[in-house]
């Protein structure tokens, strides 16, 4: 994921694990905001911060200073209890911390050259990750306790992923996913598939993670354009649609639930066959693909989640009618926006803007 740029507002952003609330990092503060209602739920000013992530909707955030602070050093982690406004815990290290993942048992850290594992509750080190250059801090987590994934880049030179069980700290599996440099990559909630995206831009590959066979393949577009991020739709199995956002400016959406509900009839039978497609090496129908053009200016860091996606259903065949789907965006230039989405049965793409504001003018409500 592309660095922050020195004019922009927002040096961070990230949202929880149910994307109830999502945390943004600034050169005075960082604020946190109910995704649903777009309320600023807390704020404090304490300087820049270049890491703020949320455990689910508790009060425990992990948050990195930016360095333009003496007493803000981007090597210190700081876990930080918004409810007491005191810091529970620091953690040292030689080497400024790029990424920072949670989940309840679980904290990660990531530096350049390793990644370190740590029991949540007790901060005991449980395992350390030698691994490639990763000056991005690209990395990939899943928060499911089953299938608790940790994915990082395995070359410098290709698009190979490491998958790193860390409940059971052993090494799951290499993914070989595209011939350059990954640039962006995702696990899904429940940790079963990850997506990933090279630097050259055009193709998002879907992987199934126990046997680390491909599902799917999207081709982007003929010419390149920088991934920001990758983002799975809610699912306890697959995930209904894939967002990517780009430097276009345009969210590129990736049906796949929907795409195999839609195409169960000439699939083969069987569990798989209701959820895979026919040929899983080969990219899905370009229907399976749609663009919101100029979502947001190009050019400008970007942020995209599904958080909320239903099927609609005809109740007497069952049959599959559409996709809806609400879809929330964070700019680095300082905006939250919300579009409501509905993928019809022809697998035609509708979308209107639902909410969009300036998340350095919200102001928190009088208690």
Known sequence: MATHSSSSPILCASFNQDYSCFVIGTRDGFRIFDT?????????????????????????????????????????LCLFNTTTGAALRELNFLTSILAIRMNRKRLIVILQDKAYVYDLNSLTILDTIDTVPNIKGLCAFSPCLDACYLALPASTTKGSALLYNVMDHHLHCEIEAHRAPLAAMVLSSNGMYIATASEQGTMVRVYVVSDATKSFSFR?????????????????????????????????????????????????????????????????????????????????????????????????????????????????????????ISIDAQNELSWTLGREFNLLNVKALSS
């Open 220 to 340: 982007r577009g003929s010419y390149p354009s920088t991934i920001y991020s990758l983002s799975f739709g809610p699912s306890k199995q697959l995930p209904d649609i894939l967002a990517a956002s780009s430097s276009s400016g345009s969210v590129h959406l990736f049906t796949l639930g929907f795409a195999a509900h839609q195409s169960r009839s000439r699939r083969p039978s069987g569990f798989l066959g209701s959820i895979m497609p026919g040929a899983v090496t080969e990219a899905l129908d370009p229907a399976d693909h749609h663009v919101l053009h100029n979502a947001v200016p190009a050019g400008v860091k970007s942020y995209a989640i599904i958080r909320k996606v239903e099927n609609v259903t005809d109740t007497s065949t069952s049959e599959v009618l559409a996709c809806r789907a609400i879809m929330s965006i964070i700019t680095y230039n300082g905006y939250f926006q919300e579009y409501n």
């Open 36 to 76: 649903n209602t777009g309320r600023l739920c807390y704020e404090r000013v304490l300087g820049a911060f270049i890491i703020v992530e949320m455990l689910f909707s508790s009060s425990l955030l992990a948050i990195v200073g930016a360095g333009e602070q003496p007493s803000l050093s981007p090597r210190r």
